[in-house]
């Protein structure tokens, strides 16, 4: 994947064929959907706005348009000139059940091939950090914090939030970044008695995240070992745990190792854990001040999960369920106020993610976009007019009605929904651009 490796034309690269994949997915939903039922279909496109490429296979037009962020397919009886056309090829002539099921296929779609590649990542190669299923016992508290102001300390074992039981760092990360500026009571075990703490969760970041500086005890493992570097003359292997420097524990993960190396004078001695056993090696680093370094690439410690494909699908059927539900909580935050609208990632954050897991290689490239997936299925049924949701839900109300909303009512709600749409994608994608300027 080298030509990811430039930033700028990777990440665009990169986002490019995540959207295409993902809107070539969402739109055949409805094209086949409506095809089945016989709807005539004008136009599928992949993009929207000009027209680049068009070819016409059958009735079909079959096109290729300019902006590759969202795609479309027409179908008789969308326009308004359209909409009480007698033809029963018509897609509003069609009883509500079909029409249901080509609106909503687009998204399933989605949600199905998030399930595949989530599977496929699980059944092949699913990096796992080695502390994230494990209960949080706090490794080391930031000293300009809210957890270091409301009294944390090292071997805390943080119990509950409030009312609900926290059984891994997983989730109570998810918990801690999705209630910025909250105070919550939580609930810790503290040598053998139990005891309650109140504090309040920060905003921190571009995303203005929760925040609350609480950190397992975070190891350091060499991944590379740079060729005739002091590290390899030293004897550092790839897979060595740094467990301490100069007999300082390294208990705050990569950044601390880094600036224990850069503030260095002279020769370091390294504590080593290698396939169970501790060793001591001496190494003297090259360079002076912020170059100074040993010739190691390190990262925090993960493993390696392949899973039965059986598991694998399970596993991924509770990646989505999991990945679902924090969804629907970020959401109604964002309605309460409870969270930042810079929360959401626009174009400009998708493509630089897009870029950097497709420089971490095939398994994170295809797992983020198992997520955009997930993402752009769960956000095409919500009930906003525009997005298919929307006519799901007008299809609802006439359901219970039992006749259908004039075509110029329809039309009337559709054109409030455009606007209330690019009103919001305005305003993250503004957000968007700010957060990555770092401008406030």
Known sequence: MGIFNLPI?????????MFGVLVTIHEFGHFIMAKFFGVYVKTFSIGFGKKLVCKKWGETEYCLSLIPLGGYVAMLGEEPEEAEDNDPRNFNNKPRWQRFLILVMGAT???VLAIILFTMVNAMHRPVPVWKDKPVVVGWV?????AFIAGLKYGDKILYMDDKKITSWDEFSILVATNPDKTVKLKIERDGNLIEKEVKIAEKGKERAGYLGVYPALRVQVRMVMPNSPAEKAGIKPGDKILAVNGKEIVKGLEEFINAVKKSTGELELKIERNGKILNLKVMPEGEGENRKIGVVVELPYKIVKLPLPKAFTTALSDVKKYTELTFSVIGKLLKG????RSISGPVDIARISGQAARSGFANFIYIMGLLSLQLGIFNLLP??????????ILLIEGIRRKDLSAKLKERITTIGFFLLMTLMTLVIISDILKN???K
């Open 384 to 393: 906003i007019p525009m997005l298919d949701g929307g006519h799901i839900f």
């Open 338 to 341: 409870q969270m930042s609208i």
């Open 437 to 439: 300027l770092n401008l």
């Open 9 to 17: 034309i990777g990440n665009i690269l990169a986002v490019v064929i």
């Open 109 to 111: 779609l989605n949600i």
């Open 142 to 146: 930031d000293n300009e914090s809210p």
